[in-house]
């Protein structure tokens, strides 16, 4: 499983979607928003839901928000709200603060205050950074259909000293691999399936069905 814990504050269309896809793959989530029917609607999925202000430290405090890896401040109607929501996250220690932005104003401001990264409010962009979050090996996800992507990630430490032969990747994930290469950016090289995979060998890989993606973030390469 997922071994990772998000705060998800504000729990509109953007907010709901994070937090059901990070719970979806095992992440322990904390959904906070003031909006009864918002919380109702993820109560069931998440670890913790609470009804209230989540601009009010104490509140943070008293869910547990400081015991997060990751916040995510789902909001992006109020400045003031997710500008006081990322300030309290950084009081609490959280080391990694997301926030969603829906103007470059807005965008500006949010790292002034100190946020790593900013999303769109789209449905679609809460998949994406539910995916990123939830990514243990893989480093990049080019889609070309529903249904299939060319997955670029780091060698699991399960496979390492396993030969590709022995491992039978497309018959257990549906993996199709196209190469290896020992640095990000550097051409990729022909597979040697008898070799032994060695440890931060990255592969290049064609996947369907979101079945790699899965299992990496449910962690079952750790």
């Known amino acids: 499983m997922n071994n990772k814990t998000v705060g998800v504050l504000g729990l509109g269309v953007f907010g709901r979607t994070v937090a059901r896809e990070l719970s ?3 992440c322990d989530v904390i959904a906070i928003d003031s909006d009864a ?10 670890t913790y839901a609470a009804i209230g202000d989540f601009t009010d430290l104490d509140l943070l405090k008293s869910v547990g928000l400081g015991n997060c890896d990751i916040v995510v401040v789902a909001t992006g109607t109020n400045l003031e709200s997710s500008v006081l ?4 996250s950084k009081k609490l220690g959280i080391q990694q603060i997301i926030a969603k932005a ?3 104003t ?5 790292y002034e205050v100190g946020v790593d990264a900013v999303v769109a409010p789209e449905r679609d962009s809460g998949m ?3 995916s990123k979050i939830l990514r243990n090996n893989i480093d990049e996800v080019l889609r070309l259909d529903d249904d299939t992507s060319i997955i670029e990630f780091e060698t699991p430490d399960k496979w390492v000293g396993q030969t590709l032969i022995s491992l039978d990747l497309r018959r257990k994930f549906d993996l199709n691999l196209l190469g ?12 040697e399936i008898d070799k032994p995979l060695m440890a931060d060998t990255i592969l290049v890989a064609m996947a369907a069905s979101h079945v790699f993606e ?3 973030y449910l962690g079952h390469f750790k």
Do not use: C, I, Q
């Open 37 to 46: 029917t918002n919380v109702d609607a993820v109560s069931d999925e998440v």
């Open 24 to 26: 979806r793959y095992g």
């Open 214 to 216: 899965a299992s990496d």
């Open 180 to 191: 290896m290469r020992e640095e990000r950016g550097e051409p990729l090289t022909p597979l």
């Open 128 to 130: 994406r950074l539910a």
């Open 102 to 104: 829906r103007s470059m």
């Open 85 to 88: 929501a990322v300030m309290h």
């Open 106 to 110: 807005y965008e500006e401001v949010l």
